[in-house]
């Protein structure tokens, strides 16, 4: 009977399947890491978007299902780097809405600066919004609640903060020949931008009438 | 004295595994990454934003004071659409709410969805509820014959791609369906992204 191959491990074997061993995990290794930085990425996205689509959602119910009838905007500031953009909302059940952004925002060189940032100041951002309260007892904005924004951390500028999630840009207007309201506020990130931020348009004390007794009538 | 193990096999064995390894996880690659590009294409489909931005447009067509006129009927016959035009609206005060609407609302070429005889055309497209699966229902073969893309952009066309047949039909007896294109560039400079959208019509 032939006998079987006999020759020992030699060491060169054995480094070389070292070598291709630790070819693979550092592969795999990298690919995770990857994987783990996007993971990150997209669950800092995720709390964005779902902020956004909770608020759009809050106003855009209260405009479609009971319709505006009258919208008037005021801005007070900047003042100490501080602006207050205050929306009201008359419905066309009498009922009222009040939307508030108050943004104060520390002025840097690394992001879009705006109109009323001071260096000498912390971030700060607040939305709130909800029902006014016209009972004539108690505040009017008890029920004008706070939006908490999604809190992403801090970056230090000489001894003042500044978020990484920020409203760098607030128009909240009604054009008066048309009579559309118009709400954008920025949710800035320095990895997404301006890209999810919140765009809402309503037409003001407009009646859309479809009782169907016409067809639109293309076939 | 005993003799060592004299069978030499760590190598073999090790290339074995190695090559195993590689196949299953290039197959695991091949078959995983494709996923996510599909997946950030479909984050602008139908999002929060554009669904409520279509809604409006709705509305707009919805109202008694929208009407349509002998080419919106010859365009939706013979290519499966029409295209949505502010001056199709009786209503003045309605017609420049539309306009500006649809300006807010960022609709793509939306300075042409009042009739100005550019050739450009509003990207909202009116068609029958169903939009495939027979030749009687055929906006989505319209699309997709547009391989030059000079009426559909590409995305767009992704997007109709995606979209289902809706053969089974409205369960609110709508005959007609919207989908439209918007083009977020606001703030200027700052934004510069596609989202689309498409919801029924009953009227």
Known sequence: ?219 | MKKMNNRGFVLAETLVVSVFLLIIFGMIFNNFFPLLGEYQKRETFDDVEAKYSIYWIKRMIEDNSYTVNATDRSNFNNKGYAIFDCDRINDSAKRVMCDSMVGMLEVNNAAHCRSDNSGSLCNIYITKYRIGGNSAYKFKDTVKADTNYTVFNSGFQEYVRTLPDYVSGSLNYSRYRVLAEFHHTYPSGENDYYSYATIEVNR
Not at chain 1, 103 to 118: E, I, K
Not at chain 1, 129 to 146: A, F, I, P, R
Not at chain 1, 179 to 196: A, C, D, K, Q
């Open chain 1, 1 to 219: 009977m032939k006998k079987l191959n006999n020759k020992g491990i030699t060491i060169i074997e054995v480094i070389f399947c070292f070598v291709m061993i630790s070819i693979i995990t550092v592969s795999l290794y990298a690919i995770i890491s990857s994987f783990n930085a996007k993971r990150i990425q997209e669950k800092v996205k995720e709390e964005i978007i779902t902020y956004r689509n909770m608020l759009t959602k809050d106003m855009e119910d209260d405009f479609i299902k009971t319709g505006l009838t009258s919208a008037t905007v005021s801005v007070s500031g900047p003042s100490n780097g501080t602006t207050v953009y205050t929306l009201n909302c008359t419905l066309k059940d009498g009922s009222k809405r009040r939307l508030i952004v108050s943004r104060t925002l520390n002025d840097t060189t690394d992001r879009a600066v705006v109109a009323g940032a001071t260096a000498n100041v912390n971030d700060s951002f607040s939305i709130r919004y909800g029902k006014v309260n016209q009972t004539g007892s108690g505040d009017e904005n008890k029920d004008v609640v706070e939006y908490p924004l999604p809190d992403f951390g801090n970056v230090d500028n000489n001894g003042k903060t500044w978020k990484l999630l920020s409203i760098n840009k607030v128009d909240i207007g009604v054009d008066d020949t048309s009579r559309v309201l118009r709400v954008y506020i920025s949710l800035y990130h320095p990895e997404f931008g301006y890209r999810y931020s919140i765009n809402i348009a309503s037409p003001v004390n407009y009646n859309f009438i479809n009782d169907k007794t016409t067809t639109l009538g293309l076939y």
